[in-house]
């Protein structure tokens, strides 16, 4: 059944290449393409931000924060969205109106994809030796030195696989975007929204053609990380 | 029940593990395999045990063709060297494991697995899980689990190699005791020279999945049939073209006698013996084991020059080492 | 001092990020007061989506943890040509979007696709209707117990079922009583997993289903639906249904996950 993906494109190469160079899939794949890297950068930061408070730090209640951290993975993705666009939208109590935006994009992505890094780091972190450390701090470095040329670089092929699995995830997601981004070509209608409007309006050839660009894509970008991380783990 | 290998060979890809092995296992016997590393000794249980099938050969099992049997219906009972206890069962319901699966009664098979936890010594452990085990208790454990089947052969693939020095020699010794009263024909296989001397009344010796020699303890150590059995079933020193045991050589200060000239090294004594570490003039050295006795009529210090000769000296024509 | 400011720069993000918006739906739901909650998610239409979801759930959890179970024994002690190709098809799911998977069963089982001139004439439907969608749950929530049993297996090795073997179990016996206890944790991580998965499909049922309300409409359609038809307390409310269904899912997975280390 999986190979049947693979077999999407119908139509032909000339019809394939016309499908995907009309300029409003090109818009979607970049935006896609642009938020979801974006989104991969912000959650390498805070997903290892997250994963080192809930290691070292201590702090009643933080098993409860530890179970959060996986609901973005448990929540429907529309709920998400709702979420999302009930407290950021227009009418929300918090007054931003991020709804329709581009930024509401990088939003929802940042919400689906947040256990991933988190969730990839932390055990790393929990079987690092102190020793390490605690030798590097006896030597004279500042707790950020330590950080940055001990603790980090076993950190990296985490961080690394986390983003992949984030990356992969965000470029395919679907529905926490529906609801809150609005869908406007050009500005903000992701890839995957856009092969859902090609196929409704049974335009499954020229959905086909994107969704192989966007596997493409997403394929060449995974070996890229993958390769990065066996370089420097 | 007797074991009869016939040109067993067993090839693991470009490996040969068993090359053309054949051998007897008296009923009721208790034999070790003894041999280095990757020399073919567990592969060679396993094939017997079923576990493993062989690329040429037969496998008797008291005279039938068990060769195409599967390893559930040979009647082998297996002791594995991690235990291979079942986690998530308790002491009990490991033993019982094997009963329960031929439909015993409750009744037969809680008898049964009293008795054996008896007889290993772990009466209050049956409600215990593996894990609150130590290893020794998890290898009497297992060992138990593999008799409640009445086993027509007991094999044990390096049965103590996980355990401290101390449990090992206290298993061991229990082990000859167990052999002694359930007198199953029993197979074990270890790379410890010193407990395949302990326990078995016969040893055979593989190497490169190869057949060396095959006897009881005393005759391997004294009359090994080439350097590498000699090597591995003892220390030796080589003097010349051939081998000699430490007790065998004979320390002087007479040169008179007819020796090789040697200088001690260091003199270890090592309670009721004395090694004496010596080097010859071409820097090659020598281990000379003597009794105390022998040590102080000699009065012995590093430096002193010396004149060794060998009682026994062993040579092997070329094509046996 | 450092310390402070990386506790608090945390929880502030993830405060920000997900506490707040989900306590606010759960807020907004009950806005109106409890009964008109309740009364805006028992709709017939919202509880047909309601069973259809459990229905669908209960038809893609059960097959896919056979086939996880399968599967995982498969890969792990076998090997044979081709074992490379089934594992990166196993991950397929991950990687492919939910849109791109509805895609392509239509394009297999619709109108105009490979089997679906001949499934039509036999008279059975398969997109536009139930067993498209529940086609689309199975696929999307496939690798979650595979993955999960995988490594159990790696870790526990071959040795208590050559054990269990020489005691005189065969395939089926040594399976049931040593090989599967020793897994069940995998095992019921792994369908958590999918559970919630499979809850929370979206993208490819959408898609494949055609969003019948009362019909084909799963309850993550519906929360949608609701939306668009600028009914938000029905939307909330049903989005507070699953919202619950995503929090016990979650007090499942945190109990399950402990577990694993004191094996």
């Known amino acids: 059944m999986a190979a049947v993906v693979s077999k999407s494109t119908d139509g032909g190469w000339a019809g394939f290449s016309h499908a995907v160079s009309n300029p409003q899939a090109v818009g979607a794949l970049k935006l896609t393409i642009v938020a979801s890297f974006v989104v991969v950068a912000i959650n390498a930061v805070t997903g290892t931000l997250v994963a080192w408070v809930l290691v070292r730090d201590e702090f009643p209640g933080k098993g409860i924060v530890n179970s959060l951290i996986d609901l973005p993975f448990a929540l429907p993705t529309i709920v998400a969205g709702l979420t999302l666009l009930a407290l950021y939208g227009p009418r929300g109590p918090v007054g931003a109106d991020l709804a329709f935006t581009r930024a509401s994009v990088v939003l929802a992505l940042l919400f689906v994809t947040l256990p991933f890094v988190v969730r990839t780091v932390q055990p790393v972190l929990l079987e690092l030796d102190r020793d390490m450390e605690q030798a590097a701090e006896s030597l004279g470095a500042t707790r950020f030195t330590v950080f940055r040329r001990i603790i980090l670089p076993s950190l990296r092929p985490a961080i690394f696989a986390g983003s992949a699995l984030g990356f992969a995830r965000a470029v395919g997601e679907f529905g926490s975007l529906v609801l809150l981004t609005g869908n406007i070509p050009f500005k903000t209608q992701a890839a995957s929204v856009f092969i859902f409007s090609q196929v409704e309006s049974d335009n499954a050839a020229g959905a086909a053609a994107v969704s192989v660009v966007l596997l493409a894509i997403s394929l060449v970008v995974l070996l890229v990380i993958g390769w990065l991380s066996t370089r420097s783990g | ?321 | 001092m450092a310390k402070y400011a990386l506790r608090v720069t945390a929880l502030s993000y993830l405060g920000l990020l997900i506490a707040l918006p989900v306590g606010y739906v759960f807020y907004k739901a009950f806005e109106h007061g409890f009964a008109t909650a309740r009364e805006a998610v028992t709709t017939p239409v919202a509880q047909h989506a309601f069973w259809l979801t459990v229905e669908m759930v209960a038809i893609a959890v059960p097959l896919n943890t056979i086939f996880g179970v399968v599967c995982a024994l498969v890969l792990v002690r076998q090997s044979f040509r081709g074992k490379a190709l089934l594992n990166a098809a196993i991950d397929l799911p991950f990687a492919v979007s939910p849109v791109v998977i509805g895609l392509a069963l239509i394009l297999v089982y619709g109108r105009k696709g490979w089997f679906g001139d001949w499934l039509l004439d036999h008279g059975i439907q398969v997109i536009f209707s139930v067993p498209g969608m529940v086609l689309a749950t199975i696929f999307v929530s496939l690798p979650f117990v595979v993955r999960e049993v995988m490594p159990v297996l790696r870790e526990i090795g071959t040795e208590q079922e050559q054990a269990a073997q020489t005691l005189g179990a065969s395939s089926l016996q040594t399976f049931f009583r040593v090989t599967l206890p020793a897994i069940r944790w995998g095992v019921a991580y792994g369908v958590v997993l999918t559970t919630a998965r499979a809850l929370g499909e979206f993208g490819a049922v959408s898609i494949v289903s055609g969003k019948l309300a009362g019909q084909t409409e799963t309850l993550t359609l519906h929360v949608e639906n609701r939306f668009q038809a600028f009914d938000l307390t029905g939307a909330y409310a049903a989005a507070v249904v699953l919202g619950l269904m995503a929090i016990a899912t979650l007090l499942a997975i945190n109990l399950l996950k402990p577990k694993e280390g004191v094996r």
């Open chain 2, 1 to 321: 029940m007797s074991i009869n290998v016939q040109a067993v060979t067993k090839d693991f890809g470009d490996f040969t593990a068993l090359d053309n092995v054949s051998l007897d296992v008296r009923d009721g016997s208790l034999t070790a395999l003894l041999g280095p590393s990757g020399g073919g000794k567990s592969t060679l249980l396993r094939v017997i045990a079923g576990l493993e099938e062989p690329d040429a050969g037969r496998v008797l099992i008291s005279g039938e063709d068990a060769t195409a049997e599967p390893a559930r219906k040979r009647g082998v009972g297996f002791v594995f060297q991690h235990y291979a206890a079942f986690k998530h069962m308790t002491v009990r319901d490991n033993v019982a494991f094997g009963l329960k699966i031929r439909k015993r009664s409750r009744d037969e098979i809680r008898a049964k697995v009293d008795e054996l936890l008896d007889l290993v010594h772990l009466e209050g452990f049956a409600k215990r899980y593996p894990a609150q085990l130590s290893g020794g208790q998890r290898q009497r454990m297992a060992l138990a689990r593999a008799l409640a089947v009445e086993p027509r052969v007991l094999l044990l693939d390096e049965p103590f190699g996980a355990l401290d020095a101390t449990v090992r020699k206290e298993l061991r010794a229990w082990l000859r005791r167990l052999h002694d009263e359930v007198n199953v024909t029993t197979i074990f296989v270890t790379h410890d020279q010193e407990e395949a001397m302990e326990v078995a009344e016969q040893i055979v010796v593989l190497n490169h999945g190869k057949i060396e020699q095959v006897g009881a303890p005393r005759d391997l150590y004294e009359m090994p049939t080439n350097e590498f059995v000699m090597s591995f079933v003892g220390p030796v020193n080589r003097l010349g073209d051939g081998l000699v045991r430490p007790h065998d050589l004979v320390l002087s200060r007479d040169a008179g006698l007819g020796g090789i000239e040697a200088m001690v090294s260091r003199v270890v004594h090592l309670g009721f013996e004395v090694r004496v570490e010596l080097t010859l003039s071409d820097s090659s050295p020598l281990s000379a084991q003597i009794t105390r006795e022998e040590a102080d009529e000699l009065e012995l210090h590093a430096g002193d020059i010396v004149y060794v000769r060998s009682e026994r000296p062993r040579v092997f024509s070329p094509h046996q080492s």
